[in-house]
């Protein structure tokens, strides 16, 4: 992507690496938010990370060709941020550019801390948002995060929705006494209803969850059932059809030479006040279980293949150099989200610690998705933090 305005040529490369895992490159249809600031400056590669996109396709309709799911699941396990800055730099080298620019949000900040630990020498500098995961196992420390704030964010959403408190546990109450279908054929349950939790990490977001929510029930000739419209909502909303490798390597990208064992899983399971039957339910994020490939048609052929990784050690090497990070010389920048509920902000203060030269910026003004208010304005700020330039 570039600014047809200017004479594209002459400008150098930034490579976007987008949230995660599992996400194709971004397909905008303008220039707007930040890529309209970063296109005065730069050429934009919107790269399909592996199996995403245009990449050689990874899902429940492709993986069973490669054999069973012990070859499945050994296929995926090179499907890591090491790999994803292993194809970026034959990339970068195939366009014939120097060390280039990178932008990282939310897990696209993991790889870009993988590309400082292991190709620091393609890179001139570095731009993160919402993305300084742990760089130590194990994963359970970033779901006891998440779901601590999960709970804050819960109570935030309630105190401006009050009336939602009733409308939700309605909900749940429902899908569990009387069979309500998704439009992909499954029985919706209380648990996937939680995931509309999803909502919650970003500014806005938390109003479009009231929209949804506000008129979910119709009266029917047998009763109030859910309207067909919340339905589809939601369903968009939890199937993971359109990107099945988000739920089979999502906990992958928090191990290093351990196993995950279904982190978030464990963790919730000792948090009581997630339940689904709890007197006043509150909703979960950005997380996988085991009943996902349960429930969900797009990933229950898949079943086996993600057990396999959950249980996995062998084939999970370091997705960072500790000690080359802590010599890093590359011009790197940050933006850390006080109220993230995602990727903590304690946890990114620590990541920023331990790479030498980075610079953090927190602001409480956004969340998770910060980019999607003000891309223009947080993108500018990184930018010129970086170059030693005033924002």
Same mark, same amino acid.
């Given at each position: 992507?570039?600014?047809?305005?200017?004479?594209?040529?002459?400008?150098?490369?930034?490579?976007?690496?987008?949230?995660?895992?599992?996400?194709?490159?971004?397909?905008?249809?303008? %220039?707007?938010?930040?890529? +309209?600031?970063?296109? $005065?400056?730069? +050429?934009?590669?919107?790269?399909?990370?592996?199996?995403?996109?245009?990449?050689?396709?990874?899902?429940?309709?492709?993986?069973?060709?490669?054999?069973? =799911?012990?070859?499945?699941?050994?296929?995926?396990?090179?499907?890591?941020?090491?790999?994803?800055?292993?194809?970026?730099?034959?990339?970068?080298? =195939?366009?014939?550019?120097?060390?280039?620019?990178?932008?990282?949000?939310?897990?696209?900040?993991?790889?870009?801390?993988?590309?400082?630990?292991?190709?620091?020498?393609?890179?001139?500098? /570095?731009?993160?948002?919402?993305?300084?995961?742990?760089?130590?196992?194990?994963?359970? !420390?970033?779901?006891?995060?998440?779901?601590? +704030?999960?709970?804050?964010?819960?109570?935030?959403?309630?105190?401006?929705?009050?009336?939602?408190?009733?409308?939700?546990?309605?909900?749940?109450?429902? /899908?569990?006494?009387?069979?309500?279908?998704?439009?992909?054929?499954?029985?919706?349950?209380? *648990?996937? /209803? !939680?995931?509309?939790?999803?909502?919650?990490?970003?500014?806005?977001?938390?109003?479009?969850?009231?929209?949804?929510?506000?008129?979910?029930?119709?009266?029917?000739?047998?009763?109030?059932?859910?309207?067909?419209?919340?339905?589809?909502?939601?369903?968009? !909303?939890?199937?993971?059809?359109?990107?099945?490798?988000?739920?089979?390597?999502?906990?992958?990208?928090?191990?290093?030479? *351990? #196993?995950?064992?279904?982190?978030?899983?464990?963790?919730?399971?000792?948090?009581?006040?997630? =339940?689904?039957?709890?007197?006043?339910?509150?909703?979960?994020?950005?997380? /996988?279980?085991?009943?996902?490939?349960?429930?969900?048609?797009?990933?229950?052929?898949?079943?086996?293949?993600? =057990?396999?990784?959950?249980?996995?050690?062998?084939?999970?090497? +370091?997705?960072?150099?500790?000690?080359?990070?802590?010599?890093?010389?590359?011009?790197?920048?940050?933006?850390?989200?006080?109220?993230?509920?995602?990727?903590?902000?304690?946890?990114? %203060?620590?990541?920023?610690?331990?790479? $030498?030269?980075?610079?953090?910026?927190?602001? #409480?003004?956004?969340?998770?998705?910060?980019?999607?208010?003000?891309?223009?304005?947080?993108? #500018?700020?990184?930018?010129?933090?970086?170059?030693?330039?005033? #924002?």
């Amino acid at each position: 992507m570039f600014d047809p305005a200017l004479e594209s040529a002459g400008l150098p490369w930034l490579l976007f690496l987008q949230g995660g895992p599992g996400g194709r490159g971004n397909r905008p249809l303008g %220039l707007s938010g930040w890529l +309209r600031e970063a296109s $005065k400056s730069f +050429r934009v590669l919107m790269l399909d990370q592996r199996g995403t996109g245009l990449s050689t396709p990874a899902s429940r309709q492709t993986l069973p060709l490669l054999g069973d =799911a012990g070859a499945q699941a050994d296929y995926l396990a090179h499907f890591r941020a090491t790999d994803i800055v292993a194809d970026a730099e034959l990339i970068r080298t =195939a366009l014939g550019s120097g060390p280039w620019s990178i932008f990282g949000q939310s897990y696209g900040g993991f790889c870009a801390l993988t590309y400082l630990s292991f190709a620091p020498g393609g890179l001139k500098e /570095v731009l993160i948002t919402g993305g300084l995961g742990p760089l130590t196992g194990p994963a359970d !420390q970033v779901y006891q995060a998440t779901f601590g +704030r999960l709970i804050g964010r819960n109570a935030e959403y309630f105190a401006r929705y009050p009336q939602d408190r009733a409308v939700l546990t309605r909900i749940m109450r429902h /899908v569990r006494d009387v069979p309500e279908l998704l439009p992909t054929g499954e029985r919706l349950t209380p *648990e996937r /209803v !939680q995931m509309l939790g999803n909502y919650l990490g970003g500014n806005t977001r938390i109003d479009a969850l009231h929209y949804l929510l506000e008129d979910a029930f119709v009266p029917t000739p047998g009763g109030d059932r859910l309207s067909d419209g919340f339905l589809t909502q939601l369903s968009a !909303q939890v199937s993971r059809a359109a990107n099945p490798l988000y739920a089979l390597m999502h906990e992958s990208i928090y191990v290093q030479e *351990e #196993a995950s064992n279904w982190a978030a899983a464990r963790v919730l399971s000792a948090r009581p006040e997630f =339940a689904p039957d709890a007197a006043e339910p509150l909703l979960t994020g950005e997380a /996988v279980y085991p009943w996902y490939f349960v429930q969900d048609p797009a990933l229950a052929p898949l079943r086996e293949v993600a =057990a396999l990784l959950a249980a996995r050690t062998e084939g999970w090497g +370091r997705l960072y150099d500790l000690d080359r990070l802590a010599r890093n010389t590359v011009p790197a920048a940050a933006a850390v989200y006080t109220e993230d509920i995602y990727v903590d902000r304690d946890i990114s %203060l620590s990541t920023a610690s331990a790479v $030498k030269g980075l610079q953090v910026w927190e602001t #409480a003004d956004f969340h998770h998705d910060g980019i999607a208010d003000d891309g223009e304005g947080i993108f #500018a700020r990184l930018l010129a933090m970086v170059r030693g330039e005033d #924002a």
